[in-house]
């Protein structure tokens, strides 16, 4: 089937570094795009979302870019904090409302 | 946003015990789905909940193993049944909220069969 799919397991970044988290997905009928943060012991948190018709969206120190022609997804978190530590997932929803889901990645920040 | 309640948030089953997982969200919300998340693992979807109705099920899961309740718009469960070690996970229910594109997760049950 459709998968959701990361490049990095693991991303290490010093503090105060920019972090960039990278997924590709295969599904070209997707709309709708989720990054969310899993923090250990809990839930998945969402961070931020795009819709397909667009290619850049910016929020609280993050920037999700989406690059449609290579099927990429990308989340930039600038001036990296030890709270960023935590497991990364994209996420991608086609028909249904259903979500698939990459790999996740972790990022470390070292102090 | 939505606040969900999940119940329990953790527990300790022996093989062969069935335990029913419930969640709670505190605003109306037009979808309730159920996740599994296995140690170390991405999330995988096991069934979008239906209110008055049977679930829908992903491939690999089935209705005997995990019967899924939804009786309205609010409120879900979710039961594994004749748990063996394989099915030591964290079960998460999440839901599209009425008035946006959003998912979100509650905490997750974190269940260890022993």
């Known amino acids: 089937g459709e998968s959701v799919g990361l490049h990095l397991p693991t991303l290490s970044v010093q503090e105060g570094d920019n972090s960039i988290i990278n997924c590709a997905y295969s599904?070209?009928?997707?709309?709708?795009f989720i990054w969310y943060k899993q923090e250990s012991g809990k839930g998945p948190q969402f961070i931020i979302d795009?819709?397909?018709?667009?290619d850049k969206r910016q929020g609280q120190r993050v920037t999700v870019l989406l690059n449609k022609t290579v099927k990429h997804l990308s989340l930039q978190i600038a001036a990296t904090q030890p709270g960023d530590s935590a497991v990364y997932f994209c996420?991608?929803?086609?028909?249904?409302?259903?979500?698939?889901f990459g790999g996740g990645t972790r990022v470390l920040v070292k102090p | 946003s939505a606040v969900i309640s999940q119940k329990p948030s953790r527990d300790i089953c022996q093989r062969g015990t069935s335990l029913t997982i419930q969640c709670q969200v505190d605003?109306?919300?037009?979808?309730m789905f159920w996740y599994r998340q296995q140690p170390g693992q991405s999330l995988t979807l096991i069934a979008t909940?239906?209110?008055?109705?049977?679930?829908?099920?992903e491939s690999g899961f089935v209705i005997d193993k995990f019967p899924i309740s939804r009786p309205n718009l609010t409120f879900s469960t979710l039961t594994v049944s004749n748990m063996s070690p394989e099915d030591s996970s964290i079960y998460l229910c999440?839901?599209?909220?009425?008035?946006?594109?959003?998912?979100?997760f509650g905490e997750g049950s974190w269940l260890t069969v022993v």
């Open positions: 909940a239906n209110q008055g109705s049977e679930a829908t099920y």
């Open positions: 996420a991608e929803r086609a028909a249904g409302n259903k979500l698939t």
């Open positions: 605003s109306q919300v037009t979808m």
């Open positions: 599904n070209s009928a997707s709309d709708y």
């Open positions: 999440s839901v599209r909220i009425l008035s946006g594109n959003t998912i979100y």
């Open positions: 795009i819709r397909s018709n667009m």
